[in-house]
């Protein structure tokens, strides 16, 4: 099952504009992490943010975690073409049951040139 | 540095078959995991292989099987395929596991018919 919500489903956005992306979760985790993942391709980890964490960056992206709502965001600024992709988050859960990492149903991104 | 390597990219069998899937991770990482991907169920958790020994299993039937080498190269097998069966398959690696982000291969994709 999937513990992960994404939010938006799909984002269409111009080029040059920024894109934000939400996840929430439901339990205890040690850490979250975004994904990217190009069509048809493996997933490209982005940033992992630790449960004692607030916020990251990492070149154009700035994650936040809000453990007390059990949400995270993504964010990414000054969007370009090769940044069209499908983005997920995926939750490491505290204790570690029966899922390594849980992810979400993922985000849908598309820059327009 | 090499990264995950996935063959074989595609694979199509029939009802009934049985598949191995083989991941070699980068060089010195001793975690594998494996990742099932369909447009259903999303991105969901097969098992986590460590040293040699599995660490996490995931909900699957226990028509899925893994194994993990002295050189840290992993296998998974599918026997008696089903058309739901159908899915990219992923492996995934890390050098220990805990609480790092993983390095994911390009998945095989396996078709039932």
């Known amino acids: 099952s999937q513990q992960g919500e994404e939010d938006p489903q799909a984002l269409s956005i111009q080029e040059g504009e920024n894109a934000t992306m939400n996840c929430s979760y439901k339990?205890?985790?040690?850490?979250l992490q975004w994904y990217r993942q190009n069509s048809g391709r493996g997933l490209v980890h982005l940033i992992l943010?630790?449960?004692?964490?607030r916020e990251k960056h990492s070149g154009r992206l700035r994650v936040t975690l809000d453990t007390s709502k059990k949400s995270s965001s993504l964010l990414i600024t000054a969007s370009r073409a090769a940044d069209t992709a499908s983005y997920f988050c995926?939750?490491?859960?505290?204790?570690?049951?029966?899922?390594?990492?849980?992810f979400g149903q993922g985000t849908r991104l598309t820059i327009n040139p | 540095k090499a990264g995950v390597t996935q063959t074989p990219r595609y694979l199509i069998k029939t009802r009934g078959q049985q598949v191995t899937l083989s991941c070699s991770p980068i060089s010195g990482h001793r975690s594998v995991s494996w990742y099932q991907q369909t447009p259903g169920q999303g991105l969901q958790f097969l098992f986590e292989?460590?040293?040699?020994?599995?660490?996490n299993k995931g909900n699957f039937p226990g028509r899925f099987s893994g194994r993990q080498f002295s050189n840290s190269r992993s296998e998974m097998n599918v026997s008696t395929l089903e058309l739901g069966d159908s899915a990219l398959y992923l492996c995934?690696?890390?050098?220990?596991?805990?609480?790092?982000?993983?390095?994911f291969g390009d998945g095989t994709r396996l078709s039932i018919l």
């Open positions: 943010i630790r449960s004692n964490e």
């Open positions: 292989y460590f040293s040699e020994t599995q660490r």
């Open positions: 339990t205890s985790i040690n850490n």
């Open positions: 995934a690696s890390s050098w220990t596991g805990e609480d790092q982000p993983q390095h």
């Open positions: 995926a939750t490491d859960p505290k204790p570690q049951g029966a899922q390594k990492l849980v």
